[in-house]
C-alpha cells in the first residue's frame, strides 16, 4: 500500500529551495483503510471501517491532512510531515511568518516523532516568545528520552564534535605556539648559516625551513609537533602539555576512528545484531521495506530486533496473523520485555481475541510496573466490555504514569468515544544493551566521518605511527641543538641571543642592536637611558602586534605571555563553534533531512557564544598583561634601604 498524495510531495520534496509558489501539485490517490500503514490497532474491523476515510486529494490542505490522520487512528504521518515542514520553511524565506510557524506546527502533529519542526520553532520564539520556545525544548528533551535514535544520534554527534573541537583546539595552539617560538627556531638556523650565506641569506633561509614544512602537502599537524618538539628546550611546563596532548591525539587516532564506527553500528542494514532496524518507528510503511525484513529475519534466524521489526511491519501492513507469530517469537527470546507484551496483546484485540490481551496487558505491567501504555490498552478492553470500574482503575493507573500519553490518546478520540490502542517502540535501554555487548572493533578499520576522511590525520597506522616518530626525533634533535648552542634572551629587549652572537658586559648579555645602542653612550648612567629608550621602543612594538592578534584569535595573548589552560580552552571552544563554516557538520542524523536548512541553532546563541569567547580572551590577557607589566616595574625599580639612627645600646652591642 503506498502511502497517499506522496508522488508529488516526493518532488517536492527533492526540489532545490526557492520562492514559495502557492499550490502543491497533488493526486487523488486512494488506500484501504482497514490495513491502512502506520495505523494503530483498533478494537474491531467494524469500527474502523466505519471510522475511515479518504485521504484528502491535495497536499495543500493541512486541516483535512490532520482529520485524516485522526480519523483512521493513524500514528503518524511522516512523508506528509516533512512536505508541510519544508513548505513551512519555504513561507518563512517568503515573509509569511504566521502562515509558516501554522505550517510547522500542522507537521509535528501529523508526525509526533519529528524532533525538527519543535527545533525550528524554537529557533524563531527563542527573542520573541521566549516562553514558547521553552515549551518546544521541553517537547524535544521528552522525544530524546524517549527515541533511541535521538539519543545515539546526540551521543554520538557530541563525541564527535568534541574529538573535533578538541583537536582544531590543541593543534591551533601548537601553531600558535610555533610563531610565538619562531625566533627561537629561526637563530639556530641563521647561526649555521650566517658564515655560508652571509646575514641576509641566513634570515630568508631560516623563514624559508620555517614555512616549507607546512607548504610541501604533510598538513598541519605533523610539522606542528616536529617544530615544537625542536622548541622543547625553550618551552616552559604548560606548552609541553600542549605539545604532548597533540602527539598523544595524533597517536591514538587509529583508536577513536574504531570507537566511533561503534556508535554507527544500529544505523547501518548490514551489522548485526540491530540490523539497520532503531529508525523503523519513524519511517513510512513500504512493501520493499516489509519484504527485506522478511528476508533478513529468515536469514537470521533467533535475532529479536528483527523479528521485532518485522511483527511491527506486518501489523501496520495489516497482516496480524503475520505479526502475531512474528510479536511471539520476538517475545520467547524477549521473556520479560514489556513493550512486545504490549504490542501482542493489541495485535491479539485486534483479531477479537480479548481474553489473550487481557493476559498479555497483566504479564508487561507484572514485568513493568510504570508501564502506562499496557494499562491505557487494557481500559480501552474493559471499557468495550462493560467492566467500568476496572476500565476506570486501569485508566487512573494509565494517568498516573503518562498523562501525556493519555492527553494524545484522547484527542484521536472517534465520535463514539473510542480510543485507538497504543503501540509500544523497543525502549533505549534494549539498544544500549545491546550496542554495549558488540566486540570493540578493530583500531584503524572504522567507518569516518565524511569530514574526516580526507585528513591526512585519520589515514590510519602508519601517519600515526610517523606522528610519534617525528615527535620524539624533533625533541631529540632540540636536546642536541641545545647543549651546542645554549640560546638565552637578550638582558635589555628580551630578544634571542646564543653565545655566538650576544655581546658580554659583566653579568648581562646583549643583542647586537642593544650593543650598537650602548656603545653610543659615553658614560654607563647614559647607556642606562638609551638602553631604557630602546627596551620601550621595541616593548611597543611587540605590544602593538600582540594586541592585534590577540583581538583577532581568540587565545593568542595569553598564549604568548606563557599562559595554557584558559586559552586551550577559548581555542577549543572556539573550535567547536567553527565547526559548521569548517564543512564539519555533525555526521550523525537522527531522522531524513529536508532540503532546506531549519536553522536548529538559533543565531543568537551563536552570536552570544562568540561574544563570551572573545570577551574572555580580551580581559584574560589584558588583565595578565597589566599583571606582567607591574611585576616588570617592580623589578626594575631602584632598591631603597631606610638608614636608621644609631643609639648608645647599638655601639655598646656593636662593641
Known amino acids: 500500500i503506498s502511502s497517499p498524495a506522496l508522488a508529488d510531495g516526493a518532488a517536492a520534496l527533492a526540489s532545490p529551495p526557492g520562492p514559495f509558489s502557492g499550490e502543491m501539485p497533488s493526486r487523488d490517490l486512494s488506500v484501504e483503510p482497514p490495513s491502512a500503514p502506520h495505523s494503530s490497532p483498533s478494537l474491531g474491523a467494524t469500527t474502523a471501517s466505519a471510522t475511515a476515510m479518504t485521504p484528502p486529494a491535495s497536499l495543500t490542505d493541512l486541516a483535512a491532512w490532520l482529520q485524516y490522520r485522526s480519523s483512521n487512528h493513524l500514528a503518524a504521518l ?43 520553532l524554537a529557533a524563531w520564539f527563542l527573542l520573541r516568545e521566549p516562553s514558547q520556545a521553552l515549551l518546544q525544548y521541553a517537547a524535544v528533551l521528552e522525544m530524546v528520552r524517549q527515541s533511541f535514535t535521538l539519543q545515539l544520534a546526540l551521543v554520538a554527534n557530541t563525541i564527535v564534535l568534541a574529538v573535533q573541537a578538541l583537536f582544531l583546539g590543541f593543534l591551533a595552539a601548537a601553531l600558535l605556539l610555533v610563531w610565538i617560538r619562531n625566533a627561537e627556531l629561526r637563530h639556530a638556523w641563521e ?106 529475519a529468515a536469514a537470521h534466524p533467533g535475532n529479536p530486533f528483527l523479528e521485532f521489526s518485522l511483527a511491527w511491519e506486518l501489523r501496520r501492513a495489516g497482516d496480524l496473523r503475520g505479526a502475531e507469530q512474528a510479536y511471539r517469537r520476538s517475545l520467547a527470546l524477549w521473556p520479560g520485555n514489556d513493550h512486545v507484551m504490549n504490542n501482542l496483546g493489541n495485535t491479539l484485540a485486534s483479531l477479537g481475541r480479548q481474553d489473550e490481551a487481557l493476559e498479555m496487558y497483566a504479564r508487561a505491567y507484572a514485568a513493568n510496573p510504570r508501564n502506562g501504555t499496557a494499562y491505557f490498552n487494557a481500559s480501552q478492553i474493559f471499557t468495550q466490555r462493560f467492566e467500568y470500574r ?19 490518546y484522547q484527542s484521536r478520540a472517534t465520535a463514539d468515544g473510542r480510543l485507538p490502542l497504543a503501540d509500544q517502540w523497543l525502549d533505549s535501554k534494549t539498544y544500549w544493551t545491546a550496542l554495549a555487548g558488540l566486540p570493540m572493533a578493530r583500531p584503524g578499520r572504522g ?155 538559533p543565531v543568537p546563541l551563536l552570536v552570544g557564544a562568540w561574544a563570551a569567547v572573545y570577551a574572555l580572551s580580551l580581559l584574560g590577557y589584558f588583565t595578565r598583561l597589566a599583571r606582567t607589566r607591574a611585576q616588570a616595574a617592580s623589578l626594575a625599580a631602584p632598591t631603597r634601604s631606610r638608614v636608621t639612627q644609631s643609639t648608645h645600646r647599638d655601639h655598646a652591642a656593636a662593641a
Open 447 to 601: 567507518v569516518l566521518p565524511p569530514a574526516w576522511r580526507t585528513r591526512q590525520e585519520c589515514s590510519g597506522w602508519l601517519f600515526s605511527a610517523l606522528c610519534v616518530l617525528f615527535a620524539l626525533a624533533g625533541v631529540g634533535f632540540g636536546i642536541r641543538q641545545h647543549r651546542r648552542m645554549p640560546l638565552r634572551n637578550c638582558s635589555n629587549c628580551g630578544a634571542v641571543v646564543c653565545r655566538r652572537c650576544a655581546q658580554r658586559r659583566r653579568e648581562t648579555a646583549l643583542c647586537l642592536a642593544c650593543a650598537a645602542v650602548e656603545s653610543r653612550a659615553d658614560s654607563p648612567e647614559f647607556a642606562r637611558v638609551l638602553l631604557r629608550q630602546h627596551h620601550r621602543s621595541v616593548e611597543q612594538r611587540r605590544d602593538l602586534v600582540r594586541t592585534a592578534l590577540a583581538t583577532l584569535i581568540p587565545g593568542y595573548g595569553l598564549l604568548s605571555l606563557q599562559r595554557a589552560l584558559l586559552p586551550l580552552a577559548l581555542l577549543i571552544g572556539s573550535a567547536a563553534l567553527a565547526s559548521p563554516w569548517l564543512g564539519l557538520a555533525a555526521p550523525f542524523t537522527f531522522e531524513p533531512r529536508v532540503p532546506v536548512s531549519a536553522g536548529e541553532v
Open 78 to 120: 511522516p512523508q506528509e510531515a516533512r512536505i508541510f515542514y519544508r513548505r513551512g520553511l519555504l513561507l518563512k524565506q517568503a515573509g509569511s511568518d504566521e502562515e509558516a510557524v501554522e505550517q510547522i506546527r500542522g507537521a509535528s502533529d501529523l508526525d509526533p516523532d519529528l524532533v525538527a519542526p519543535h527545533l525550528t
Open 191 to 296: 647561526e649555521r648559516l650566517i658564515h655560508v650565506v652571509g646575514a641576509g641569506g641566513a634570515r630568508v633561509w631560516a623563514w624559508s625551513f620555517l614555512v616549507l614544512p607546512f607548504a610541501v602537502g604533510a598538513g598541519l599537524a605533523l610539522p606542528a609537533v616536529v617544530l615544537l618538539g625542536i622548541s622543547w628546550p625553550s618551552l616552559k611546563l604548560r606548552e609541553r602539555f600542549v605539545f604532548v596532548a597533540l602527539v598523544a591525539m595524533l597517536g591514538s587516532a587509529p583508536w577513536i576512528t574504531s570507537a566511533l564506527d561503534r556508535l554507527s553500528v544500529p544505523m547501518r542494514p548490514d551489522q548485526a545484531p540491530i540490523y539497520g532496524t532503531a529508525a523503523l518507528a519513524s519511517e513510512g510503511y513500504s512493501v520493499e521495506r516489509d519484504h527485506e525484513l522478511a528476508v533478513f
Open 390 to 408: 476496572a476500565a476506570t482503575d486501569a485508566l487512573s493507573r494509565a494517568s498516573a504514569l503518562n498523562f501525556e500519553l493519555l492527553r494524545e
